[in-house]
């Protein structure tokens, strides 16, 4: 199994660009979910999905979207690009059952300039 | 590259020796604790969990306890070798604005092992 695959590995955008970041999991987890992680401040919760077709709001949503159409793939879209946005992301999925780890993939890094 | 900040509190501790990180969580509702390692340049993962009924639970070379009544969690690490060197996150899980309970992070301890 290769677990939670994120690509880019590292990106660079302008300000006001848009794109999309992908994760795609082989576990058969219907749980996916989308974190930030910036320097001092942990990880934080941008949007997550409890299974296909179904999507909702973490703590930071704003200037981020997200779809579910498959079980095993998870995107996240930044339609105008930010600095505040450059950032490290991670993916991560778990099983159902609702006391059970995530597992994170190895994140892409953006940079808005 | 360095994927968490600079300004972390850091535990520096002898090869050999025992290791302690510490955690505060916030949300006494958190009825699931986890602590996660991250190495630099990827993503955390995932050493060892706990539930809210349970005080301690062992795994390899670590150990997890549980202080409900102070909010508390710890990691102990015995016998700590450099590849043991990262940064710890304790992550709960509180009901969060949507009504369901999702994985919140600390902003985490770098542990850094000298031989």
């Known amino acids: 199994n290769a677990g939670v695959t994120q690509t880019p590995k590292f990106q660079v955008l302008k300000t006001g660009q848009s794109m999309t970041l992908q994760c795609a999991q082989d576990?058969?987890?219907?749980?996916m979910s989308w974190y930030r992680q910036d320097p001092g401040m942990g990880l934080r919760l941008i949007h997550y999905s409890v299974g296909a077709g179904i999507t909702d709001q973490g703590e930071v949503p704003n200037g981020y979207n997200v779809s579910r159409s498959t079980t095993e793939d998870f995107p996240l879209r930044l339609l105008s690009a930010a600095p505040s946005q450059t950032s490290v992301y991670f993916c991560a999925s778990r099983s159902t059952g609702r006391d059970s780890p995530l597992h994170f993939g190895n994140g892409t890094r953006l940079t808005v300039t | 590259g360095e994927s968490v900040g600079l300004h972390l509190p850091t535990l520096s501790v002898q090869e050999g020796d025992n290791s302690i990180i510490n955690c505060a969580y916030s949300n006494s509702a958190s009825d699931y604790f986890i602590w996660y390692k991250q190495e630099s340049g990827k993503g955390p993962q995932f050493i060892i969990d706990i539930r809210s009924n349970m005080d301690k639970r062992q795994g390899q070379r670590v150990t997890v306890l549980l202080n409900k009544t102070v909010k508390h969690l710890s990691l102990q690490i015995a016998a700590t070798q450099p590849g043991d060197s990262a940064v710890y996150f304790c992550?709960?899980?509180?009901?969060?604005?949507?009504?369901?309970?999702?994985?919140?992070f600390g902003s985490g301890t770098r542990l850094q092992v000298q031989p």
């Open positions: 992550a709960e899980n509180p009901y969060i604005n949507t009504g369901r309970r999702a994985l919140t």
């Open positions: 576990m058969n987890h219907e749980y």
